[in-house]
């Protein structure tokens, strides 16, 4: 009887009555395309950071013109331990620089954000309690960008138009939103990775070799619990001195950009 079946499937096969199973030309073993986090269309391919600041070139800044201009900027203010070190070092050397003003510092902090606007420099918005964003639904998401925008308002009389994304993390949909509410999202690309605790020498090194026209260079004044920011502290006025001898101008990034630093 078994010998019997096994001729019977060979027949069977042999005339063509037996057919594989069809195999997705996805391979097996790789993971179903992810949905942008937060959006509504499952079939919304998420795109890399990359991809989105090629597609949304107008709302996503990571550097200025190809000009001797360069934009030295600041996260995680307001920072008693560290900001008002930066903003003396600025103020010596007559820098205006840009500041991104994290909520829920700047309650406990106003006096820091007044004196950053007093003595000239630009202030932007980095969220209330600096969460990576992609993971948040688009009400929390909105929640964050609006509720510190009345903060610094209050402080800093206007509204900022530009965001920096804690982490430089930001999705499609978000950005479609910023777009709309004509906001401008502006990452960096020179990284002083200075929030490690880095040596004075390790951050010059890091600023100074990446460093060319139109560069947007991301430092820290402010940091969380046990932060090390000294080498930032040690190397800016060295910083600044060679960027000048190099030639290049020190800007803030509605120069740099050429955007306003309000919001409509």
Same mark, same amino acid.
Not at 3 to 20: D, E, P, T
Not at 83 to 100: C, G, H, S, W
Not at 134 to 156: P, V
């Given at each position: 009887?078994?010998?019997?079946?096994?001729?019977?499937?060979?027949?069977?096969?042999?005339?063509?009555?037996?057919? &594989?199973?069809?195999? *997705?030309?996805? $391979? +097996?073993?790789?993971?179903?395309?992810?949905?942008?986090?937060?959006?509504? *269309? &499952?079939?919304?391919?998420?795109?890399?950071?990359?991809?989105?600041?090629?597609?949304? &070139?107008?709302?996503?800044?990571?550097?200025?013109?190809?000009?001797?201009?360069?934009?030295?900027?600041?996260? $995680?203010?307001?920072?008693?331990?560290?900001?008002?070190?930066?903003?003396?070092?600025?103020? %010596?050397? @007559?820098?205006? +620089? /840009?500041?991104?003003?994290?909520?829920?510092?700047?309650?406990?902090?106003?006096?820091?954000?007044?004196?950053?606007? %007093?003595?000239?420099?630009?202030?932007?918005?980095?969220?209330?309690?600096?969460?990576?964003? *992609?993971? !948040?639904?688009? @009400?929390?998401?909105?929640?964050?960008?609006?509720? /510190?925008?009345?903060?610094?308002? =209050?402080?800093?009389?206007?509204?900022?138009?530009?965001?920096?994304?804690?982490?430089?993390?930001?999705?499609?949909?978000?950005?479609? #939103?910023?777009? =709309?509410?004509?906001? *401008?999202?502006?990452? #960096?690309?020179? $990284?002083?990775?200075? #929030?490690?605790?880095?040596?004075?020498?390790?951050?010059?090194?890091?600023?100074?070799?990446?460093?060319?026209?139109?560069?947007?260079?991301?430092?820290?004044?402010?940091?969380?619990?046990?932060? @090390?920011? @000294?080498?930032?502290?040690? +190397? !800016?006025?060295?910083?600044?001195?060679?960027?000048?001898?190099?030639?290049?101008?020190?800007?803030?990034?509605?120069?740099?950009?050429?955007?306003?630093? &309000?919001?409509?």
């Amino acid at each position: 009887m078994r010998v019997r079946l096994i001729m019977l499937m060979v027949i069977v096969i042999f005339l063509g009555g037996y057919h &594989a199973p069809v195999v *997705s030309s996805r $391979d +097996a073993s790789s993971p179903p395309t992810e949905s942008v986090s937060g959006s509504d *269309s &499952a079939e919304e391919e998420q795109l890399t950071l990359g991809q989105l600041r090629q597609k949304y &070139a107008d709302t996503f800044k990571t550097n200025g013109p190809s000009t001797k201009k360069v934009a030295l900027t600041f996260d $995680d203010v307001p920072d008693p331990r560290f900001t008002p070190q930066v903003l003396d070092i600025l103020k %010596k050397y @007559n820098v205006r +620089a /840009t500041f991104f003003i994290v909520g829920s510092r700047a309650e406990k902090h106003p006096d820091l954000v007044k004196r950053i606007v %007093k003595e000239g420099h630009m202030v932007g918005n980095h969220s209330y309690n600096h969460p990576e964003f *992609s993971k !948040l639904s688009m @009400n929390a998401f909105r929640k964050q960008i609006l509720h /510190t925008g009345n903060i610094i308002r =209050r402080l800093a009389g206007y509204t900022p138009k530009m965001i920096r994304p804690p982490y430089g993390d930001i999705n499609e949909e978000q950005l479609r #939103w910023a777009a =709309r509410q004509h906001y *401008s999202i502006v990452n #960096w690309n020179v $990284d002083s990775l200075d #929030w490690k605790g880095l040596s004075k020498e390790q951050v010059k090194d890091n600023i100074l070799s990446a460093v060319k026209p139109g560069s947007i260079v991301l430092q820290h004044a402010g940091g969380g619990v046990g932060s @090390n920011l @000294n080498g930032t502290i040690e +190397a !800016l006025p060295e910083i600044i001195e060679e960027l000048r001898n190099r030639g290049y101008e020190l800007v803030t990034l509605d120069e740099m950009l050429g955007l306003p630093k &309000a919001k409509d």
